[in-house]
């Protein structure tokens, strides 16, 4: 009796340890997001961007070339990526809808990593403010008592005092001047800060501190998978980063688009204002942005790209220290693009290809030698990378996902893929920051002025067209991107049966900055395209037949 007893322990220890074994195969996820980052990379061609962190990862993992967000806004982007449902199911079109309360079943993608036996945990902005912690998904918070015995401290925005100052008495002016609506953005502090001060000095460093010393806590547990979450602040505005990430610039070799006038016959309707960064002290409310401003600001985003990527290059070394390189999965992503001037603004929030492509790249364990250090141009989504993380980690994909995996990618970057990427936005010039629906009030404050302007411009090309309320609260502008064409199609929502309001089409073999509309003068071409954009994403799948061959 004793032996069959000492047998079954035996059993019972082995079967025990062979489970840990198990557990510990599955892949970690370092999931790494940057905020209103544009392919401003080198990997990615930039003759000025200083980023080698990236640029390695790159070189040891793929690179996606047309990778395209849902939604140029950092609310619905990210919404969209992490429930895996595109905006225009999910109803998230703005900044100020919480995606839990527009579809509070969803399961999000770390929500899914959760149930399947993964600790969850985040550091920096992954969801947008104010669904950051969603309780389905995370397991646990990060180690910030780590950060408090190092006498670390969370940075505010700016670290140099007579910011910190300025921006109290402008908001303070704001809204003894304006009221309310002034509590929504109108004053914001200065634009950029390069403060002589080390990396956690401003929030970015902080965080990537935060998210090594969390690993290490759950590395220490080790009876865990982890799916760490790691989201960049920068380069969103208000562009702050330490001095020395400033210093490895020359002002005198940056140059400033030369694309700075809207497309010829495109849409009044497609760019604003530059609401968002004019909101910012010391920057003009109405007329342009001069050169030397302009090169300033240029300077500033591309300081913050540089902090950002430097960050990256800390928690991959300390990855890598820990021992956990050869069994995670990296992946790393920007919410959508920044017209940095382009066409005559400054922001994200239009439906054009510099606002919504933007950098991704993956590296997987068992990723094949020969992919690694390779770009694909196939076709690929923001929405594809939930799907795509499932496959490879082994977990099933949702039905409600809207995205497709990109696994096959990983393995052949030449396969036959999409044959169109999908986004949206809503009349961006006459919509606030966030793309929320203009508040009546907004009229009376410094923006007055440029709406009425831009109010113009649309009535002018619409003329009887025009109806306020459609315009700005229903017009929805929808994005195809083929392999060749951009094609936006304007549309009310409250009447999709309808015609379109307006048409865009750019040949990115003949124009690929996207400067003459050429809709009108390619009947055909439009009836055809038009047929591919009726199918839909779902329409557009690699598995799908297609009529139109690009």
Not at 260 to 272: I, V
């Amino acid at each position: 009796m004793n032996r069959v007893i000492c047998l079954l322990i035996i059993i019972a220890l082995f079967s025990c340890k062979e489970q840990q074994v198990l557990q510990k195969k599955k892949p970690n996820i370092l999931f790494i997001t940057i905020d209103d980052l544009r392919p401003e990379l080198g990997c990615y061609g930039s003759d000025i961007a200083i980023s080698p962190n990236l640029d390695k990862l790159a070189s040891e993992g793929l690179l996606f070339n047309k990778a395209y967000c849902q939604q140029a806004i950092c609310g619905p982007s990210r919404a969209s990526l992490l429930t895996g449902i595109r905006p225009e199911t999910s109803g998230v079109f703005h900044n100020y809808i919480k995606f839990r309360e527009a579809n509070p079943d969803v399961v999000t993608l770390p929500q899914m990593f959760k149930e399947n036996g993964y600790e969850t945990v985040y550091t920096g902005k992954i969801f947008h403010h104010g669904d950051l912690d969603d309780e389905l998904s995370w397991s646990r918070k990060p180690a910030v008592d780590s950060m408090t015995v190092k006498g670390v401290k969370e940075p505010g925005g700016f670290a140099l005092q007579e910011n910190i100052e300025a921006t109290e008495r402008q908001r303070k002016l704001m809204i003894e001047k304006y009221g309310d609506v002034a509590k929504f953005g109108l004053a914001s502090g200065p634009a950029y800060e390069g403060a002589d001060v080390p990396d956690n000095g401003y929030i970015d460093g902080y965080n990537t501190e935060l998210a090594i010393e969390t690993m290490k806590e759950m590395a220490a547990n080790g009876d865990k998978p982890f799916f760490l979450g790691l989201g960049f602040n920068k380069p969103h505005l208000n562009w702050t980063a330490p001095k020395k990430y400033w210093d490895l610039y020359d002002r005198d070799k940056i140059n400033i688009t030369a694309q700075d006038t809207m497309p010829y016959h495109g849409a009044q309707m497609g760019l604003h204002p530059s609401f968002e960064l004019r909101v910012r002290d010391g920057i003009p409310k109405v007329g342009s942005i001069d050169l030397e401003l302009a090169k300033t600001l240029k300077h500033a985003y591309l300081a913050c790209v540089s902090y950002v990527d430097a960050q990256i290059g800390r928690m991959i070394e300390a990855l890598d220290e820990a021992g956990l390189r050869e069994n995670t999965i990296i992946v790393v992503w920007s919410d959508h693009g920044w017209h940095l001037g382009d066409m005559g603004i400054w922001g994200k929030a239009t439906n054009y290809e510099i606002a919504t492509r933007v950098p991704m790249m993956i590296l997987t364990p068992n990723m094949p030698k020969e992919t690694r250090g390779k770009k694909t141009d196939a076709l690929v989504e923001l929405v594809d990378i939930y799907p795509t993380l499932c496959d490879i980690a082994g977990l099933q994909i949702p039905k409600t996902v809207e995205g497709y995996s990109f696994k096959e990618l990983i393995k052949d970057p030449n396969k036959t893929w999409k044959t169109a990427a999908f986004s949206q936005f809503p009349t961006p010039a006459l919509r606030e920051w966030g793309a929320y629906p203009l508040r009546p009030a907004m009229r009376e404050t410094y923006f007055g002025p440029l709406i009425e302007e831009v109010e113009g411009r649309i009535i002018e090309q619409q003329k009887e067209k025009w109806n306020r309320d459609m315009f700005e609260n229903t017009l929805m502008g929808y994005a195809m991107r083929t392999e060749q064409y951009r094609f936006i199609v304007w549309k009310d929502r409250a009447h999709l049966e309808k015609e379109p309001i307006f048409i865009e089409l750019y040949d990115h073999r003949k124009d690929p900055l996207e400067t003459v509309n050429i809709a009108d003068k390619n009947p055909d071409l439009v009836t055809k395209l038009m047929i591919q954009f009726v199918k839909g994403w779902k329409g557009n799948l690699p598995k799908s037949k297609h009529e139109i061959t690009n």
